[in-house]
């Protein structure tokens, strides 16, 4: 018998979600390949071929940005329905929201702790209670709420770092004063030093990364929450209009959807890519890309992942009876395990007590490894949940919520 489909389940968000949970990876493999620092700039460590500075640039352009926000629409999507559902059943869905929050926070901090600094369990468990809190507000208020916290977030960003993106500029164009080159050159220097620490940090032996890591998990965590508020709580929120508004259960007409996705296209793409051409063309100046994307990237990354989600919705009656759609939408019910499995499977490639192979892949080569992450979560997802009812971290993560063990396999 097939088990692989249960009848509670909402195809089309399960398929975007296994798309989702795939497409980050194309994003982290940089951290795990060489350390955060070296996701600001493919020539950071080095000189970049030509391919390393394509690959990143298509990077920028499709993924950087479109992936997290899509998968932080999908987790202010998914979370609404949990407690419309829990609700409906005559419970508090919204306290027991929290508790499956508090929870999050714990896995993700063992993620953390043991696997790798960029996880992101922990910034949702953190600040998902303040999108549940606005989940009584109307679809048009939830929209019009997060897109103007969204762009006044980002225009405070893009102001207060204005001044590392036009040093840059002026170096690129040999007109920065002698001030301005000494501290363009004084940062590089700096954030350089900083990259190649991080790469030794990765090659270390697991239990001295391990207590270094410890110590970074004291704070860590709290600073890139206060960081992300104004980009987490309003895609949260727009995932939640989505969901109310019908988007993933069939409530938008196909050319709605397609409104949606050309307007995102049309908007975002020729942003992103002038933005990304013009980090190519001046070699990529990490602080002049930090400030880039964390302040005038957001608006065309808001865009784009709004294109993504139209397009992908609109793919999913074709998609999900191939053998592929089947694929991803197991590998979509189980995101939470998978996101944690690409982690082991690429902390094993890349840190000293596995492969070891941190600070030698270039951008170009590091898609091959995205496509293994991908192979992994396509091969093992659909063959479990034949024989299980949810994704092992699924299992534990509700168990611990609902304080018992649940049934984890399913009857024959």
């Known amino acids: 018998m097939n088990h692989s489909a249960a009848p509670d389940r909402i195809a089309a968000l399960d398929l975007v979600r296994g798309i989702a949970v795939l497409g980050i990876l194309t994003i982290n493999v940089a951290s795990f390949a060489g350390g955060p620092t070296a996701t600001l700039s493919p020539s950071l460590l080095g000189p970049a071929s030509a391919a390393d500075g394509l690959a990143f640039a298509g990077g920028l352009v499709l993924f950087e940005g479109k992936m997290r926000g899509l ?50 369990l922990m910034l949702y468990a953190l600040l998902a209670p303040i999108a549940l809190a606005l989940r009584h507000l109307s679809v048009r208020q939830m929209v019009i709420m997060a897109v103007s916290f969204f762009m006044l977030w980002h225009l405070a960003f893009t102001l207060a770092g204005w001044s590392s993106l036009t040093a840059a500029e002026a170096i690129h164009r040999g007109t920065a004063d002698p001030a301005t080159q000494a501290a363009v050159m004084g940062q590089l220097a700096a954030i350089t030093v900083d990259a190649q620490n991080e790469i030794q940090v990765l090659r270390q032996p697991y239990f001295t990364m391990l207590a270094e890591r410890f110590a970074e998990t004291l704070y860590q965590p709290f600073q890139v929450t206060l960081l992300s508020i104004g980009e987490t709580v309003p895609l949260m929120l727009l995932g939640m209009a989505l969901f109310r508004s019908g988007f993933f259960t069939g409530g938008w007409q196909r050319a709605q959807l397609w409104r949606l996705a050309l307007a995102g296209l049309a908007l975002g793409l020729p942003l992103a890519a002038l933005q990304a ?95 293994l992450g991908g192979a992994v979560m396509l091969a093992w997802s659909k063959p479990w949940l034949e024989r299980f009812r949810q994704g092992p971290v699924e299992w534990l993560w509700r168990s611990l919520t609902e304080g018992r063990r649940l049934p984890l396999t399913r009857p024959l």
């Open 277 to 371: 051409w013009w980090g190519w063309s001046r070699g990529y100046p990490p602080e002049a890309m930090y400030q880039l994307l964390i302040g005038p990237a957001g608006p065309p990354h808001l865009a784009l992942t709004l294109a993504w989600a139209a397009l992908l919705v609109l793919a999913a009656p074709a998609l999900l009876p191939t053998w592929l759609g089947e694929r991803l939408r197991a590998a979509g019910r189980m995101a939470l395990s998978n996101y944690l499995l690409t982690s082991l499977v690429m902390a094993f490639c890349f840190f000293g007590w596995g492969l070891g192979l941190a600070g030698q892949v270039g951008a170009a080569q590091q898609w091959w490894f995205v496509l």
């Open 71 to 120: 998968f932080t629409l999908l987790f202010g999507a998914s979370m609404l329905l949990f407690v419309d559902r829990r609700d409906a059943a005559g419970k508090d869905g919204g306290y027991i929201q929290l508790r499956r929050l508090g929870w999050l926070l714990l896995i993700g901090y063992a993620h953390q702790l043991l696997l790798w600094s960029g996880d992101i």
